[in-house]
């Protein structure tokens, strides 16, 4: 089985937002970046199915000279090889572009399954998985909670619906499955790992050509929002604010 | 009709044949606000119960839009056959806008739709400023920390996913005699490639936090599982149900039926007190429209204030024991 692992590297979703109203993103040289979360639970699915049932799987990141280090991570817990389309602009690309280029990178490889994550949590447009299965001319299973794929390359997919239902869908590889954050807990990198990772192969391509030329989708303005609702903010020590909130709301311990 | 703004429009229940989505008729609601001739979509089967409803709105016309494999055999929803059709009406109506729901089955679809349709999808978004070309989407980034005005180049309808809860419900405008109905059925080509069982619901429901006056919910600030106990602690206190974001269940902190958000319960209790929850859209349509909202975070960025009546920036693990504290004393 040949599976590859679409990631982006995201800023730190712990970390304080340092936003660039010019650039329209954030202040990289002040943001600490990370592997969006929902990819890193798609690495860790393409890993549990190799363990399985043998095989190869590559990591594809579309990013900035940075988003070697999401890839060395991600070799380091055990994907075999990587390939960084290596590109500044990658986070001023609307989602079709982003398809289009991993679609490129990824048709010469001859996959059995390609994951993604569900969405990113910086831009957030949760579209690239399911654009690069249209682009690829695969079948797309969306929102996964469990995977399954058996030596013949029939796939089962847990789909997540709303409101706590699910559905399993049955399809064949070649397929293109898009993973939900959260569904399995992401194995770490060991020392040994991080050592192998260092020999593993690590293929740039600058970005030269952009399909379509121009990118059709683009933020005019990044910016905090302003409140809606009133919200009284309490202030002071833990002490005073829990003093004003129970005094505010009336609160009483039951007895 | 050239111009205008079409909604694409989903059946609501897990097997999409229980009325209309709740978000598809917000949809609704909001393409009538925008005014212009509007007319709806529902692509895969339609009950005449939903036929009905959808005609009973104030638009322009319904076009119910199945498709059909050659052997049949597909009962729900299909990715392959909602693209198919509606890629088709889109082209052969050329609408200004497109606008649905951003749906767990958008996510599926609409990309796609987009893709086959040389179009760029704005998804997600929760308004829009603007007339005819100069229109500028309005969408939360970041985890809705932040927010972004996006401008669409190019030619060719503007296809929009629509955030729930943009429009309000009680906006829906009914017509004066119901909309024209037309129905087609597309042949689709081959066999489907992605084969569906029927929806399961998993485990049973034993805690309906629905009931619940008071809300404790924790989320992924809580750090692990033992400090859960804190945030129990405050909710016996006060009586409260202890809930939790998606994060805390996915850790297995707190089981699944504890949850709160779109894949979860919907509350609206007198009192919700969240605990390190950052307040994402999809736990915010959970519980956003609960009486008085209490927001705990170390983050004076998140998104759960925007929400709140109340709220203190500050160490949970501070706060929540002088809360405990402050209860224990009066
Ligand atoms: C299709 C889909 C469906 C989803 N359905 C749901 C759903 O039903 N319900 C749901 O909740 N989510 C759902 N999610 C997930 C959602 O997007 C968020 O990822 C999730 O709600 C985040 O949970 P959280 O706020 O607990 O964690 P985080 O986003 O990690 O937030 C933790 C917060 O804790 C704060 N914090 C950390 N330490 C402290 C401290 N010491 N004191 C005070 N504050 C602190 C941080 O500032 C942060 O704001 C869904 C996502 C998708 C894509």
Same mark, same amino acid.
Not at chain 1, 187 to 211: F, H, N
Not at chain 2, 149 to 167: C, E, I, T, W
Not at chain 2, 256 to 268: D, F, H, L, M, P
């Given at each position: 089985?040949?599976?590859?692992?679409?990631?982006?590297?995201?800023?730190?979703?712990?970390?304080?937002?340092?936003?660039?109203?010019?650039?329209?993103?954030?202040?990289?040289?002040?943001?600490?970046?990370?592997?969006?979360?929902?990819?890193?639970?798609?690495?860790?699915?393409?890993?549990?199915?190799?363990?399985?049932?043998?095989?190869?799987?590559?990591?594809?990141?579309?990013?900035?000279?940075?988003?070697?280090?999401?890839?060395?991570?991600?070799?380091?817990?055990?994907?075999?090889?990587?390939?960084?389309?290596?590109?500044?602009?990658?986070?001023?690309?609307?989602?079709?572009?982003?398809?289009?280029?991993?679609?490129?990178?990824?048709?010469?490889?001859?996959?059995?399954?390609?994951?993604?994550?569900?969405?990113?949590?910086?831009?957030?447009?949760?579209?690239?998985?399911?654009?690069?299965?249209?682009?690829?001319?695969?079948?797309?299973?969306?929102?996964?909670?469990?995977?399954?794929?058996?030596?013949?390359?029939?796939?089962?997919?847990?789909?997540?619906?709303?409101?706590?239902?699910?559905?399993?869908?049955?399809?064949?590889?070649?397929?293109?499955?898009?993973?939900?954050?959260?569904?399995?807990?992401?194995?770490?990198?060991?020392?040994?790992?991080?050592?192998?990772?260092?020999?593993?192969?690590?293929?740039?391509?600058?970005?030269?050509?952009?399909?379509?030329?121009?990118?059709?989708?683009?933020?005019?303005?990044?910016?905090?929002?302003?409140?809606?609702?009133?919200?009284?903010?309490?202030?002071?020590?833990?002490?005073?604010?829990?003093?004003?909130?129970?005094?505010?709301?009336?609160?009483?311990?039951?007895? | 009709?050239?111009?205008?703004?079409?909604?694409?429009?989903?059946?609501?229940?897990?097997?999409?044949?229980?009325?209309?989505?709740?978000?598809?008729?917000?949809?609704?609601?909001?393409?009538?606000?925008?005014?212009?001739?509007?007319?709806?979509?529902?692509?895969?089967?339609?009950?005449?119960?939903?036929?009905?409803?959808?005609?009973?709105?104030?638009?322009?016309?319904?076009?119910?839009?199945?498709?059909?494999?050659?052997?049949?055999?597909?009962?729900?929803?299909?990715?392959?056959?909602?693209?198919?059709?509606? $890629?088709? +009406?889109?082209? @052969? /109506?050329?609408?200004? *806008?497109?606008?649905? %729901?951003?749906?767990?089955?958008? #996510?599926?679809? !609409?990309?796609?739709?987009?893709?086959?349709?040389?179009?760029?999808?704005?998804?997600?978004?929760?308004?829009?400023?603007?007339?005819?070309?100069?229109?500028?989407?309005?969408?939360?980034?970041?985890?809705?920390?932040?927010?972004?005005?996006?401008?669409? $180049?190019? +030619?060719?309808? @503007? /296809?929009?996913?629509? *955030?729930?809860?943009? %429009?309000?419900?009680?906006?829906? #405008?009914?017509? !004066?005699?119901?909309?024209?109905?037309?129905?087609?059925?597309?042949?689709?080509?081959?066999?489907?490639?992605?084969?569906?069982?029927?929806?399961?619901?998993?485990?049973?429901?034993?805690?309906?936090?629905?009931?619940?006056?008071?809300?404790?919910?924790?989320?992924?600030?809580?750090?692990?599982?033992?400090?859960?106990?804190?945030?129990?602690?405050?909710?016996?206190?006060?009586?409260?149900?202890?809930?939790?974001?998606?994060?805390?269940?996915?850790?297995?902190?707190?089981?699944?039926?504890?949850?709160?958000?779109?894949?979860?319960?919907?509350?609206?209790?007198?009192?919700?007190?969240?605990?390190?929850?950052?307040?994402?859209?999809?736990?915010?349509?959970?519980?956003?429209?609960?009486?008085?909202?209490?927001?705990?975070?170390?983050?004076?960025?998140?998104?759960?204030?925007?929400?709140?009546?109340?709220?203190?920036?500050?160490?949970?693990?501070?706060?929540?024991?002088?809360?405990?504290?402050?209860?224990?004393?009066?």
């Amino acid at each position: 089985m040949k599976i590859a692992v679409c990631l982006k590297q995201v800023p730190s979703t712990s970390a304080p937002l340092q936003l660039d109203a010019a650039t329209r993103w954030v202040r990289e040289a002040e943001t600490a970046f990370e592997t969006n979360a929902a990819d890193n639970n798609a690495v860790e699915a393409a890993l549990a199915l190799r363990d399985q049932l043998g095989g190869e799987v590559i990591v594809v990141s579309l990013g900035p000279e940075r988003a070697t280090e999401a890839l060395r991570e991600a070799l380091a817990k055990g994907a075999d090889r990587a390939l960084h389309l290596v590109s500044d602009q990658a986070p001023g690309l609307d989602p079709a572009t982003v398809a289009g280029l991993l679609a490129g990178a990824l048709t010469a490889e001859n996959c059995d399954l390609v994951l993604c994550g569900l969405q990113s949590d910086d831009q957030g447009h949760g579209q690239t998985g399911a654009l690069l299965a249209e682009k690829l001319g695969w079948p797309l299973a969306s929102i996964a909670a469990a995977l399954e794929v058996d030596g013949a390359g029939k796939a089962r997919v847990k789909r997540e619906l709303e409101g706590g239902w699910y559905q399993w869908l049955e399809l064949s590889c070649p397929c293109l499955v898009t993973i939900q954050a959260g569904i399995n807990k992401p194995r770490y990198a060991g020392m040994k790992g991080m050592l192998a990772a260092k020999k593993k192969p690590i293929a740039k391509t600058p970005v030269t050509d952009y399909p379509g030329g121009q990118t059709r989708q683009a933020m005019d303005e990044l910016y905090f929002p302003h409140k809606t609702k009133q919200t009284r903010m309490l202030e002071g020590s833990p002490e005073d604010v829990a003093g004003q909130l129970v005094a505010a709301l009336n609160l009483r311990a039951r007895p | 009709m050239s111009g205008g703004i079409l909604v694409i429009v989903e059946g609501a229940g897990e097997g999409g044949n229980a009325g209309i989505s709740r978000a598809s008729l917000e949809t609704v609601a909001y393409a009538q606000s925008l005014g212009g001739p509007l007319k709806l979509i529902l692509p895969g089967a339609a009950s005449p119960a939903q036929a009905d409803a959808l005609a009973a709105l104030a638009v322009d016309e319904v076009l119910l839009a199945d498709f059909a494999y050659p052997a049949g055999g597909v009962a729900g929803y299909d990715g392959d056959g909602y693209v198919a059709v509606l $890629a088709e +009406a889109i082209q @052969r /109506l050329a609408p200004d *806008q497109v606008f649905l %729901a951003h749906s767990y089955g958008a #996510r599926d679809f !609409a990309p796609r739709l987009a893709a086959r349709l040389n179009l760029t999808l704005v998804s997600d978004c929760i308004g829009q400023e603007g007339q005819g070309d100069a229109v500028a989407y309005l969408r939360q980034v970041f985890l809705g920390r932040a927010q972004a005005r996006v401008k669409v $180049a190019g +030619a060719g309808p @503007r /296809l929009v996913s629509v *955030q729930a809860g943009v %429009a309000r419900l009680e906006d829906l #405008r009914r017509g !004066a005699a119901p909309a024209p109905v037309s129905r087609s059925t597309l042949a689709m080509p081959a066999a489907p490639r992605v084969v569906a069982q029927a929806p399961i619901r998993e485990g049973e429901r034993s805690v309906d936090l629905s009931q619940a006056r008071i809300i404790v919910a924790v989320g992924r600030g809580i750090k692990t599982q033992e400090n859960i106990a804190l945030a129990k602690k405050l909710a016996d206190l006060l009586g409260a149900e202890l809930a939790a974001s998606r994060a805390v269940c996915d850790e297995g902190w707190l089981p699944i039926e504890r949850q709160v958000g779109s894949s979860g319960q919907t509350v609206a209790p007198a009192l919700y007190i969240a605990i390190g929850i950052s307040g994402a859209v999809q736990h915010l349509v959970g519980m956003k429209t609960s009486e008085t909202i209490v927001a705990i975070n170390k983050d004076a960025n998140a998104p759960i204030f925007k929400v709140a009546d109340y709220g203190i920036v500050g160490d949970l693990f501070q706060v929540v024991p002088a809360l405990i504290a402050a209860l224990e004393g009066a």
